[in-house]
């Protein structure tokens, strides 16, 4: 059983997000989940909906339309060629359900795929056909297409200015806890903690064994981590992250003893080989066995 396959990453992201933007909050609008077409299509994408001649004061969404779709994957995800005109095809259909389609060129949406790791194969076969400019550390920005398009790549985005979307990785350093729960403490309003909440739930998951840590040594962190994810939660994940390296260990070990017992069998039916071999040639020789 692997923990990180029960991992929410995608309700975390549209919470990031929200606390990216917080800002701009009245300004916006979040979907965090759209069926496209008629019949059920229902995609993992967030929609953020802006008011007309609003500039959104984070670097990610200055570009922002009146429409803006983000695809994220999650750190174990693939992203490639496929992947960007998959988000790409999302933006049609939504444009496309949405009416006046003859003027789909003078269009009111903005695509963005996020992604941890930079996918550098994808940004450099982009960079053959359109214009790729690297905004800033992370931000990409891709000119040329039917829509306005950006790649984030989340590792590299600055981590004192973008502190929630970053934080949805599995390498949580300790110092970068420790931000981000003062950066919690901060929060005032109930909305904003509650979006904060989804992410420290991802970030405690994919991270189990730093905040198991974190929590066994009883610091003032403790009591804040305790505060946020509740001690009965904590403690539900540790059980199941011990669990999960118990049972592989007993894997690992059945598998070994499936290897000898295999091993084993091959010399039992060598050794009945050799022995009816050895009949054969008494048998020949005429002597009974």
């Not at 550390?137 to 000119?143: E, F, L, P």
């Not at 064994?209 to 962190?221: A, N, R, V």
């Not at 305790?226 to 009965?232: M, N, R, T």
């Amino acid at each position: 059983m692997e923990i990180d396959n029960t991992i929410q990453w995608h309700p975390a992201f549209c919470s990031a997000m929200e606390l990216e933007l917080r800002e701009n909050k009245k300004d916006l609008i979040y979907e965090r989940e759209h069926n496209l077409s008629k019949m059920p299509l229902k995609i993992d994408f967030l929609v953020i909906k802006k008011k007309p001649h609003v500039i959104i004061k984070n670097e990610i969404g200055d570009f922002f339309l009146g429409n803006n779709i983000f695809e994220y994957k999650s750190p174990n995800d693939d992203v490639n060629m496929g992947t960007f005109y998959k988000a790409l095809s999302y933006a049609c259909l939504y444009k496309a359900e949405a009416g006046n389609i003859e003027e789909i060129i003078d269009t009111d949406i903005t695509v963005s795929l996020v992604r941890e790791q930079k996918p550098v194969k994808l940004l450099k076969q982009l960079g053959e056909k359109y214009t790729v400019t690297e905004k800033t550390n992370g931000i990409y920005r891709i000119d040329g297409m039917l829509f306005p398009m950006q790649i984030l790549v989340t590792k590299e985005l600055n981590e004192e200015i973008h502190v929630w979307v970053t934080s949805l990785t599995r390498t949580m350093s300790r110092e970068r806890a420790h931000k981000l729960l003062y950066n919690y403490s901060e929060l005032k309003d109930y909305e904003d903690k509650r979006n904060a909440n989804s992410v420290m739930n991802v970030t405690s998951q994919a991270n189990i064994e730093l905040f198991k840590k974190l929590i066994q040594e009883g610091d003032h962190m403790c009591e804040e981590l305790k505060e946020l994810l509740a001690p009965e939660i904590v403690e539900f994940k540790i059980r199941i992250a011990e669990q999960s390296a118990q049972l592989a260990d007993k894997d690992a070990k059945l598998a070994d003893n499936a290897a000898k017992l295999a091993d084993n069998a091959a010399k039992l039916a060598d050794s009945a080989a050799e022995i009816a071999k050895l009949k054969k040639m008494l048998a020949d020789a005429g002597i009974e066995a």
